[in-house]
T-cell receptor, first 111, second 115 residues
Framework: QKEVEQNSGPLSVPEGAIASLNCTYSDRVSQSFFWYRQYSGKSPELIMSIYSNGDKEDGRFTAQLNKASQYVSLLIRDSQPSDSATYLCAASMDSSYKLIFGSGTRLLVRP | GAGVSQSPSNKVTEKGKDVELRCDPISGHTALYWYRQSLGQGLEFLIYFQGNSAPDKSGLPSDRFSAERTGGSVSTLTIQRTQQEDSAVYLC?????????????FGAGSRLTVL
């Protein structure tokens, strides 16, 4: 099993809908998780981090961490066409600073 | 500097040649990371530095790849005897250690094309 796994998509949602992006992880990762957004041809940029079990909200974005089930998700409310991008889930390894990324989920928000 | 700077932004080379890619991290960022991204793929971890030392080199694909960091700042990724499968975008990122760790700021990348 890969350390961090994501469905490659594309996930297509209409404008204004909630987009739900999921990520599962193995036992080898620690408890720090991150969501990065990558527009086509650009570098990734951090949008959310989550360290504790439960939900963390920031504007239209909500990150959810469920340690028992080993998954982390990102919800985007009121999706906009400008949210169309690849979303990368990342987790730190064990007790190190090594950060491992999933393969990313491509999100397409239809106007 | 204000951001992570990488050079060259674009490099086209012939198979068998050596290439050097440079990364200048954000001032004060102790951690520095190298990733590789092939077309349409995710980020493949190569190596990371804490200061000048590399605790984990496990991601380097072969012994043709090496990296160093001097003065706790600039890092160079060297690929010897390049192969066509080395063609990718090489991304460098930096972050703080301790609080703020793993909050990576990425450079614009170096696109390598091996003919």
């Amino acid at each position: 099993q890969k350390e961090v796994e994501q469905n490659s998509g594309p996930l297509s949602v209409p404008e204004g809908a909630i987009a739900s992006l999921n990520c599962t992880y193995s036992d080898r990762v620690s408890q720090s998780f991150f969501w990065y957004r990558q527009y086509s041809g650009k570098s990734p940029e951090l949008i959310m981090s989550i360290y504790s079990n439960g939900d963390k909200e920031d504007g239209r974005f909500t990150a959810q961490l469920n340690k028992a089930s080993q998954y982390v998700s990102l919800l985007i409310r009121d999706s906009q066409p400008s949210d169309s991008a690849t979303y990368l889930c990342a987790a730190s390894m064990d007790s190190s600073y090594k950060l491992i990324f999933g393969s990313g989920t491509r999100l397409l928000v239809r106007p | 500097g204000a951001g992570v700077s990488q050079s060259p932004s674009n490099k086209v080379t012939e198979k068998g040649k050596d290439v050097e890619l440079r990364c200048d991290p954000i001032s004060g960022h102790t951690a520095l990371y190298w990733y590789r991204q092939s077309l349409g793929q995710g980020l493949e971890f190569l190596i990371y530095f804490q200061g000048n030392s590399a605790p984990d080199k496990s991601g380097l694909p072969s012994d043709r790849f090496s990296a160093e960091r001097t003065g706790g700042s600039v890092s160079t990724l060297t690929i010897q005897r390049t192969q066509q499968e080395d063609s990718a975008v090489y991304l460098c990122a930096s972050s703080l250690l301790g609080p703020g760790a793993n909050v990576l700021t990425f450079g614009a990348g170096s696109r390598l094309t091996v003919l």
